[in-house]
């Protein structure tokens, strides 16, 4: 008599449920891989964007800030060049100052040719009834006033009258009495006369040097 191995009611069911139950699993469990997955990546993107955008802004605040530098420091060096410029042109007036004053000097500081323009000015200026006060350096005072007492003509030995005039270094300055003008003909007004006529050629000269 054979034996038969009757199955197990329900058993074909119970492995198909198993069967489905795996591959419902897998296929849930795939899809939530698949979906962190996709996830990460779009976070990943985002991150990357992110730190490229802020590199990005990184990179053209250190141009613009290299900008303002460059800017900055062309702007330093033009006006360092114009100041140096500036200060060169006046530190040569000043010596060309220096030189036409010295020049000034040397015949305004002679008593004997300050006697001699007084007389011309004076024969030139006086007349019988006028009178003229020259202001002259203390220095040359004495030697002035015995200059003109020693000429032989009494319009310049009574008319002219040497005063000392401690503001004077060097020259005169020459008023006919009763009358508003003074010629002032002393060592600074000299010089700042023939400063005024020759600077602007000077300037002239260093412009185009």
């Excluded at 591959?23 to 990357?48: N, R, T």
């Excluded at 002679?110 to 202001?135: C, H, K, N, W, Y």
């Excluded at 009495?177 to 000077?202: C, H, Q, W, Y």
Aim: aromatic residues 4%.
């Amino acid at each position: 008599m054979s034996t038969n191995n009757p199955s197990i009611p329900g058993e074909t069911g119970v492995s198909e449920l198993i069967d489905r139950l795996k591959s419902e699993g897998v296929a849930e469990g795939q899809q939530q891989a698949d979906a962190i997955l996709s996830a990460a990546k779009d976070e990943a993107a985002a991150i990357v964007e992110a730190a490229q955008a802020e590199a990005e802004k990184i990179e053209a605040t250190a141009r613009d800030e290299a900008e303002r530098t460059r800017t900055n420091g062309t702007q330093a060096l033009k006006l360092a060049s114009r100041d140096a410029a500036i200060q060169l042109r006046e530190q040569l007036e000043q010596e060309f100052h220096g030189w036409i004053s010295r020049i000034v000097d040397q015949p305004l500081s002679d008593p004997e040719f300050l006697g001699q323009l007084i007389r011309d000015m004076a024969s030139d200026a006086a007349t019988d009834a006028s009178r003229i006060d020259v202001s002259v350096a203390e220095q040359h005072a004495a030697a002035l006033d015995q200059f003109t007492q020693s000429q032989t003509a009494e319009m310049l030995r009574d008319g002219v009258e040497i005063r000392a005039d401690r503001s004077i270094e060097n020259g005169f300055r020459f008023k006919v009495d009763g009358s508003n003008v003074e010629i002032n003909f002393t060592d600074e007004a000299v010089t700042a006369a023939t400063m005024r006529l020759l600077a602007p050629k000077f300037r002239q000269l260093i412009a185009r040097s």
